[in-house]
C-alpha cells in the first residue's frame, strides 16, 4: 500500500502565498515521477508541476510563480506558490508514479480572493 498525505492549502488574497506539502510512505528515490494536478468544478484535472527523470515541467499558466520541490529524508515534495491569482483556485492534489502504478493525493482546497 502506498499513501499519500497533502496539507497547506487553504484560503489567500491574490498576490499572496501557500505551500503545499504531499508526503509519501515510500522513499522518493525509488518513484519515478512525482507531482501536483489542480482540478477546479467542472473542469478537467490538469498538470500543474511535475518533477521526474529528465528534470522538471510547469504549466504555462503557474511558471513563474509556483516552484515544485522535494525533501527526500521527509518522503515529501512541496509546491511553493506565489503571486497567486483567482484563476489558482482549484482543489490541488498530489500525484506519484511508483513501480508502474499511480497514486492520488486525497486532494487539498486552494481558494484565492480577489
Known amino acids: 500500500q502506498v499513501q499519500l498525505v497533502e496539507s497547506g492549502g487553504g484560503l489567500v488574497q491574490a498576490g499572496g502565498s501557500l505551500r503545499l506539502s504531499c508526503t509519501a510512505s515510500?522513499?522518493?528515490?525509488?518513484?519515478?515521477?512525482m507531482g501536483w494536478y489542480r482540478q477546479a468544478p467542472g473542469d478537467q484535472r490538469v498538470l500543474v508541476a511535475i518533477?521526474?527523470?529528465?528534470?522538471?515541467n510547469y504549466a504555462d499558466s503557474v511558471k513563474g510563480r509556483f516552484t515544485i520541490s522535494r525533501d527526500n529524508p521527509k518522503n515529501t515534495v512541496y509546491l511553493q506558490m506565489n503571486s497567486l491569482k483567482p484563476e489558482d483556485t482549484a482543489v490541488y492534489y498530489c500525484?506519484?508514479?511508483?513501480?508502474?502504478?499511480?497514486?492520488w493525493g486525497q486532494g487539498t482546497q486552494v481558494t484565492v480572493s480577489s
Open positions: 500525484r506519484l508514479n511508483y513501480r508502474g502504478t499511480v497514486y
Open positions: 515510500v522513499s522518493l528515490s525509488s518513484i519515478t515521477s
Open positions: 518533477t521526474a527523470l529528465g528534470g522538471t
